[in-house]
């Protein structure tokens, strides 16, 4: 009990020097909640929607999927004939079955041609208005369409893109496009995350989207009462058998669930590993302050062990400071995680993906995982700092107003830290030799941790060192200010070494990343410059297909030299070894790729693969299947027949740009597959002209300005396109790095601030013998400058040497440009010395406000 007195009483007395560390746990806690906390509640609006707006049994056409989307690569969704309403109505069991046409393989555009498409990637529906969706929707303006020249819009959609009754709009699809005006306007009764929802009458949507009436992509069973859905599932398949997919309600929602999780893990495992980071640097500052604490109160420690405080009573002393730090700063992070939440489903719906604070998700688990994590972290951090407590003898403490440094502890830190950075540059030389990519990024993985660890356990060694040389560049300057705020520095090697590690930690992440993204656009733009023999790359973003009627419109465009089609599909491959390879890719294309992508060959003519009955495989697959030239490979072609094609080249597996394809023609795939079964493009490529680039680009746009959902770039937008995607993957994770920075630059403030208070005395005197006040917050500025700028070079030399090894690896891949971003660098370093400066503000200005008497007879 008392020790437990003790421990409260010294934590109150000093909550202003335990403040910034609760912050720290406070904010990592937080985002690890607030990570939990909003994956969760997208996961129960998920559900609930998924749940609400499935019938008791579905049945849809063989070619769908699991969750039910019925779109194909032909850009028509797979239907049914209707006769199989009627013998889904004759089933046992059966209430009610309403045949559905629906896909999502549609643009659609109001009358000034602007996309009505979410931006937030939730799909665009167009369907028909059935009794399934009126159950879950509300007509709250309008009415239901009735005939070809009316559409029903979801309220969201009508809301963010400001239409009204009346306004036309345009539905673009692989039959055609086809023109309508909004006759009413439906809200939902569950959460919509976002996705954009269109309704035409049952025979508009069956012409529309298929091109024909008299068929149905879902038939919606609804059971009698007293039947379960897995009854009733199975007396429709006894009634239709094995010719149709038959899915209970409970199948549906936890299919359409799993294809959401596995966005929803990504994205929550991501933001819980930057979380983490933000811990590691967290650790960091919770052990300098409690360092320092006991540091500070080392004559008091040395007290209470001469009236008879044992070692024990100490350590837990010590430890229970640290265990009420991490209850009350993961206490307030919990709460500052559901904020957290709530900040993200409001951002999201700037975005464009609803969500409800009435789905609002807080698991028990989630506080109780925040409060163990902010708990265990804390005290596992003032761990050393309290056995360091535990060994000051009395009369020591007594006689010396600090710790005494233990230097045989110092040279075996440094020995094991040089031993960790040895075998880690090690294992990184052993990633940057690798023969095989796979192999290598298990060394990679190796080395970055124990480079990482070596450098934090050597960084008080790193700090003699580096701080004497950045004194001498960058203090001398400032005379005797400047000598100061050096020695300053170099006081105590320890704390300094690490308070600038965990600035390291997120900068190295910046320099690794930055590397290895400025490598990927260079590599991607010197294979574009030598294998691209294209003048434009006409794509839908998104990835749908490419609609015959802008195919046509393209191919009209005066002043092209030629337009080569693109068609991805998928195949089952018997090789010659025997081996029956499943949904193999192969793309279709005319013989023009040839040379509108010069792909280098190790055997035969890549445009002999363009003839009859001919194709092309990359060298890996060619070896592991024993293909040579002339080999024969069974091609049974999707939604096709199969075909015996031959093999007439063999393409290098080393380049980026289509790595790993395989080629046949258009031709020989039309020869095997129905023209109504026939895949749609999934690119167009036009080269211009002699001397009519210009000319045919604007041409190009202007032929496709009624289909705004595809982009027209010739090489220098498709370079800048793919720089684009890279910089926005690269600043998104930038944001997420920014809350270890901050923990980091926390730390920064934190040792300022206790360093402070330890040299109060020394303050006091400087002051009395002529230091101004103004020279006193220069020299506590230059300190935090120089600890700063030592955590980025260490941080920025890690990093950069994390990513050189990276694009080795990436070089096995085809990526072989390897290219130091350094403007980014140069930046981040010089705004390391800004967040220096920053982090010093407060520091300093308390420092100068102390009373000079008063600071002289503190003890």
């Not at 020097?17 to 609760?22: D, F, I, Y």
């Not at 020591?396 to 960790?420: E, N, Q």
């Amino acid at each position: 009990m008392t020790v437990l007195k003790t421990s409260m009483r010294n934590f109150f007395a000093h909550k202003g020097r335990m403040a910034l560390s609760a912050i720290a746990v406070l904010l990592s806690v937080a985002f690890v909640c607030g990570t939990l906390v909003f994956t969760d509640t997208m996961n129960t609006t998920f559900d609930k929607l998924f749940q609400t707006t499935s019938s008791d049994v579905q049945v849809s056409a063989k070619g769908s999927s699991d969750t039910g989307e019925t779109t194909s690569n032909t850009g028509k969704p797979p239907v049914m004939p209707a006769a199989v309403v009627d013998e889904v109505r004759g089933a046992r069991g059966v209430a009610k079955a309403e045949g559905t046409v629906f896909s999502t393989s549609v643009t659609v555009v109001d009358h000034d041609l602007d996309k009505l498409s979410p931006t937030s990637g939730a799909p665009t529906i167009v369907g028909s208005w059935n009794g399934n969706d009126a159950r879950t929707m509300k007509i709250t303006s309008g009415a239901a369409p009735e005939g070809p020249s009316q559409v029903m819009v979801d309220a969201d959609t009508v809301d963010k893109h400001h239409l009204k009754l009346g306004d036309e709009i345009g539905i673009i699809t692989a039959v055609g496009t086809h023109h309508a005006r909004v006759s009413g306007i439906a809200a939902f009764t569950v959460t919509n995350p976002g996705a954009a929802i269109f309704y035409l009458d049952t025979k508009t949507a069956q012409q529309t989207l298929v091109g024909r009436t008299g068929v149905y992509t879902n038939v919606n069973v609804t059971a009698d009462k007293g039947v379960s859905d897995a009854r009733l599932k199975r007396d429709v398949s006894s009634a239709l058998g094995h010719d149709y997919r038959v899915q209970t309600a409970k199948e549906v929602a936890d299919a359409n669930q799993k294809s959401v999780q596995s966005f929803l893990n990504v994205m929550k495992y991501a933001m819980l590993g930057f979380a983490g980071i933000a811990f590691l640097v967290g650790i960091f500052l919770i052990i300098n302050t409690f360092s320092m604490l006991v540091a500070q109160r080392t004559r008091e420690i040395g007290l209470m062990r001469a009236i008879g405080s044992s070692r024990g009573q100490v350590n837990r002393s010590v430890l229970i400071e640290a265990l009420l730090l991490g209850v009350i700063g993961s206490v307030l992070g919990v709460g500052a995680g559901v904020g957290i939440a709530v900040g993200l489903m409001k951002l999201m719906g700037q975005m464009g993906m609803h969500l409800s604070t009435d789905d609002l998700t807080v698991a028990w688990t989630t506080p109780a995982l925040g409060l163990l994590l902010g708990v265990v972290v804390t005290v596992l951090s003032a761990y050393l700092p309290a056995r360091r407590a535990g060994k000051v003898s009395p009369m020591a403490a007594l006689r010396d107003a600090s710790a005494p440094a233990d230097a045989k502890a110092g040279i075996v830190r440094a020995v094991v830290g040089l031993a960790l950075t040895g075998a880690g540059a090690a294992s990184l030389y052993a990633a940057a030799s690798a023969d095989q990519a796979k192999g290598g990024s298990g060394w990679l993985g190796l080395g970055v941790v124990l480079t990482l660890i070596g450098f934090v356990v050597i960084g008080p060694l790193l700090a003699g060192g580096l701080v004497r040389v950045l004194g001498a560049v960058l203090l001398r300057i400032f005379g005797p200010v400047g000598r100061m705020a050096e020695r300053n520095a170099l006081r105590n090697p320890r704390r300094t070494g690490a308070t600038g590690a965990a600035l390291m930690i997120g900068l190295a992440l910046v320099a690794c990343l930055s590397v290895v993204g400025s490598s990927m656009v260079a590599s991607a733009t010197d294979q574009l410059d030598k294998t691209v023999g294209t003048d434009f790359i006409i794509q839908n973003d998104n990835g749908a297909p490419v609609v015959p009627q802008a195919v046509r419109a393209i191919k009209a465009t005066p002043g092209l030299a030629r337009i080569t089609e693109y068609r991805p599909t998928k195949a089952v491959f018997t090789t010659p070894d025997g081996e029956t390879l499943k949904d193999t890719d192969i793309t279709a294309a005319d013989p023009t790729y040839a040379t509108d992508l010069r792909k280098k060959t190790v055997a035969g003519d890549l445009k002999d693969a363009y003839l009859p009955d001919s194709m092309s495989v990359h060298e890996k697959f060619a070896k592991a299947h024993g293909i040579h030239i002339g080999s024969k490979i069974g091609v049974a072609f999707e939604d096709g027949s199969a075909a015996r094609l031959t093999v007439r080249a063999i393409t290098s597996s080393d380049e980026v740009i289509d790595q790993g394809a395989k080629y046949t023609s258009i031709a020989t795939l039309a020869k095997y597959v129905p023209a109504d079964r026939m895949p749609l493009d999934q690119l167009v490529f036009a080269s211009a002209e002699d001397g009519r680039q210009d000319a045919a680009y604007k041409g190009l746009r202007s032929a496709l300005h009624k289909y705004p959902q595809y982009t027209v770039r010739d090489q220098t937008d498709y370079k800048q396109a793919l720089k684009d995607q890279i910089g926005q993957l690269l600043n998104m994770i930038y944001g997420l790095l920014a809350l270890a920075i901050i923990v980091a630059v926390l730390g920064v403030v934190n040792t300022l601030a206790l360093s402070v208070v330890e040299r109060t005395r020394e303050i006091g005197l400087m002051r009395a013998i002529g230091l101004s006040r103004r020279q006193l917050r220069r020299m506590i500025r230059l300190e935090s400058v120089v600890i700063a700028v030592f955590g980025a070079l260490l941080g920025l030399g890690l990093g950069m040497g994390w990513g050189a090894t990276a694009q080795k690896l990436l070089a096995l891949e085809g990526l072989k440009v390897l290219e130091i971003p350094w403007p980014t660098i140069i930046t981040v370093f010089v705004a390391s010395a800004f967040v220096g400066l920053f982090a010093a503000l407060i520091p300093a200005f308390r420092a100068g406000r102390m009373n000079v008497l008063n600071a002289i007879a503190t003890e």
